[in-house]
């Protein structure tokens, strides 16, 4: 809940406003400017949080731990403020925001905070103090939902009425877009004050020969986190730099943030996939470790891939065949790249199998192979972006997202037969795939028709799919995992 349900309100909520109160271009600047802050979060916290719960269980002098990754964390985002404040006009004016340093200053503040924050946060949950960690999340989203709806709904409205009213001191229209970060930035300084309970016990005080280990333990993480964000999110940074203006554009830069725009609201409809993937994660790595020390634990691993493609399969085809639904979830000038959304589907799924596979690499101890696939992944997105943004716009992006996860899952899986082989059923699951293609291919073979019967032909198309795994999985009984 702590993790997922944030995730949840932030998706059902800000997509639909945002797409709603903002032209393509003014969202397609929110689509990358988070797209670097995920970036800089990889790299402001360097493995720090991981090697935390790593040493905290280790040793036997546990607040020595948390001492010593905070005080690191601390003096490293210090560090970063104190050169983005430095550098805010020419960094704004590199990544084509002349105008709008103050973007910069948000972000940095922003970044810096949760980067600082994830320590507390990590000891939360190693201590089990679920409730306050959900409570802290939770009320950080609230707060930045509330905040986006206050000053650009609440705000414009109320002065369009009165303009005299105590509103026009606390409001610009000339901000615009400014007030979704500067939004977030008092969500995140409600999160650090919240969190002061745990600030305040700590001193700022190190170990240098623990800092060490911690940081081998950590720097090769970094390496990964690095290569899978560019895998993630370099599409919505490298499409505004790559897309070709239709002949007669009179802003050409306009035109490239209103695809970047369209593109980031659209990825935004697979959600679905990507939140069954996370949760799936949060309960199968443990899952996974707890059965490698059983009789034969690659026959769960099996099993456990084909059910996890089958549901995958299964949100796949609920969102495609009702596509005439979820598309309200964005505003209808964006709606013109529903058209990627499959694909992004699809490149989330290979995303989702490639985690499965990764056990392999964790069990073994050759978590090298997972940088070594994560940097190949993050070579073939810039290559294929490169390649076709010129010439397909956003699809290129798209289909720079699933050439990527292709090509990570195909090596993983033959690298990781040779050191642990695993008895996927390939067969079995590829049978799915063309089945769940075959009854999306139809739906888009099907003549006109009103929606209500539209809806109700799709709705035989993915029951059809049920059934048949109904039929096929029937020796699947209760206890089968146990």
């Avoid at 707060?143 to 001191?169: E, W």
């Avoid at 990825?267 to 707890?290: D, G, H, S, Y």
Wanted: proline letters at 5%; aromatic letters at 16%; glycine letters at 6%.
């Amino acid at each position: 809940m702590g993790t997922i349900v944030p995730r949840v309100l932030n998706y059902l909520l800000l997509t639909p406003f945002y797409t709603r109160v903002f032209i393509t271009g003014e969202y397609g600047v929110i689509t990358e400017l988070y797209a670097y802050v995920a970036f800089l979060m990889v790299l402001l916290t360097y493995g720090m949080e991981t090697a935390y719960f790593r040493y905290v269980e280790s040793e036997t002098d546990k607040e020595r731990v948390y001492r010593t990754s905070l005080t690191s964390l601390f003096f490293t985002t210090l560090f970063f403020l104190a050169v983005v404040i430095l550098l805010a006009q020419p960094i704004a004016s590199l990544i084509k925001y002349p105008t709008h340093k103050e973007y910069i200053l948000y972000f940095a503040f922003i970044v810096g905070i949760d980067a600082f924050t994830a320590i507390p946060f990590a000891r939360l949950r190693q201590q089990q103090q679920a409730a306050r960690f959900t409570m802290i999340r939770i009320v950080n989203v609230l707060v930045n939902i509330g905040l986006n709806v206050f000053f650009l709904y609440v705000c414009p409205r109320v002065l369009q009425h009165h303009p005299d009213s105590i509103v026009r001191f606390i409001y610009s229209p000339s901000v615009g877009v400014g007030y979704a970060f500067i939004s977030n930035l008092i969500a995140s300084i409600t999160t650090l004050l919240l969190l002061l309970p745990e600030l305040l016990r700590f001193r700022i005080r190190f170990d240098t020969v623990l800092l060490r280990q911690m940081l081998s333990y950590a720097l090769p993480l970094l390496v990964v986190g690095l290569a899978g964000m560019v895998n993630e999110v370099s599409d919505k940074i490298l499409l505004k730099y790559l897309v070709i203006p239709p002949p007669g554009t009179t802003d050409p830069n306009a035109y490239a943030m209103g695809q970047v725009g369209i593109y980031g609201a659209n990825f935004k409809l697979a959600v679905l996939m990507t939140l069954f993937i996370q949760m799936f994660r949060f309960a199968a790595e443990p899952f996974f470790f707890a059965q490698a020390k059983k009789e034969n634990p690659q026959k769960i691993y099996a099993d456990v891939m084909k059910y996890f493609v089958i549901f995958c399969l299964l949100i796949f085809l609920a969102v495609t065949l009702y596509m005439n639904l979820f598309q309200y979830l964005i505003g209808k000038d964006f709606r013109e790249g529903l058209h990627i959304v499959p694909i992004i589907l699809i490149a989330n799924l290979l995303l989702g199998i490639f985690y499965n596979q990764s056990i392999w690499y964790k069990l073994t101890n050759l978590t090298r192979y997972g940088a070594y696939i994560a940097l190949m992944g993050a070579a073939i997105t810039v290559i294929v972006n490169v390649l076709l943004v010129p010439r397909l716009g956003y699809g290129g992006s798209a289909l720079g997202h699933l050439a990527c996860y292709t090509g990570m899952v195909a090596v993983s899986y033959f690298i990781g037969q040779k050191y642990y082989p695993v008895p996927y059923e390939i067969r079995t699951m590829a049978f799915y795939f063309t089945v769940a293609l075959a009854l999306f291919g139809i739906s888009l073979l099907l003549p006109s028709m009103s929606l209500l019967l539209k809806n109700a032909v799709h709705t035989v198309l993915f029951l059809v799919f049920v059934l048949l795994v109904v039929i096929r999985e029937k020796p699947l009984r209760a206890g089968r995992f146990t």
